[in-house]
């Protein structure tokens, strides 16, 4: 099947710093990556769609300038959480979907946990 | 809007038992439905999916699902149970334009 890889698993970070956090579709071309977040013992939230070559879409109640999304290949996408606060510690997973004219699933990635202290 | 509707946040089951998972959702076009599993500290593994067709749809790992469009459900199943069951399991829906909204998650315990 089709493997999505994010980097990296776990990162740790003071707060004020930024945060680049990678999603990479290994076998397949993603036309479209989405982004979520998910707090301890609750269900995923999405964040933001993102379309190789422009800018993402991101849903409500989502800062763009805070979570920064760039898709400037078909193969990754990066999340940078900007001047990250203890509040943004949360686990951040990736989906990649190949595109296409009918229904396309979306493959996960195993998810990557900010701690911000 | 679409919602998804998981009944129980924790279901305990006895090893080698049956198990059902609830899901309900409310959509007001064709949906597509899906069930994921998370084990700890992981990410997302796609259990099964409902697209069209016939509405009992397999899975993996012995799990299986009917989609009854009357009643808007789209319930887990498994016969018999193992430990390597126990994880929290997401239902989720999804329409046309590909977002896919989930549900708060079942957390199934597997008792020895």
């Known amino acids: 099947g089709a493997v999505v890889s994010q980097h990296p698993s776990r990162v740790i970070c003071k707060s004020g710093t930024s945060v680049k956090i990678e999603c990479r579709s290994l076998d397949f071309q993603a036309t479209t990556m989405f982004w979520y977040r998910q707090f301890p013992k609750q269900s995923l939230m999405l964040m933001a769609t993102s379309n190789e070559g422009s800018k993402a879409t991101y849903e409500q109640g989502v800062e763009k300038d805070k979570f920064l999304i760039n898709h400037a290949s078909l193969t990754l996408s990066t999340l940078t959480v900007t001047s990250a606060h203890p509040e943004d510690s949360s686990f951040y997973i990736c989906s990649a979907q190949s595109g296409g004219v009918s229904y396309n699933e979306q493959f996960f990635g195993p998810g990557t946990r900010l701690t911000v202290l | 809007a679409q919602s998804v509707t998981q009944l129980d946040s924790q279901v305990p089951v006895f090893e080698e038992a049956p198990v059902e998972l609830r899901c309900n959702y409310s959509?007001?076009?064709?949906?597509?439905l899906f069930w994921y599993v998370q084990y700890p500290n992981q990410g997302l593994q796609l259990l099964l999916k409902?697209?069209?067709?016939?509405?009992l749809v397999k899975g993996i790992n012995g799990f299986e699902a009917e989609f009854n469009k009357s009643q808007t459900s789209f319930h887990l199943r498994k016969p018999s149970v193992h430990i390597s069951d126990t994880a929290e399991y997401f239902c989720?829906?999804?329409?046309?334009?590909?977002?896919?909204?989930f549900g708060k998650g079942t957390r199934l315990h597997i008792l020895p």
């Open positions: 409902y697209l069209s067709g016939s509405t």
């Open positions: 989720a829906v999804s329409d046309l334009d590909d977002k896919i909204i």
């Open positions: 959509s007001s076009v064709s949906v597509y």
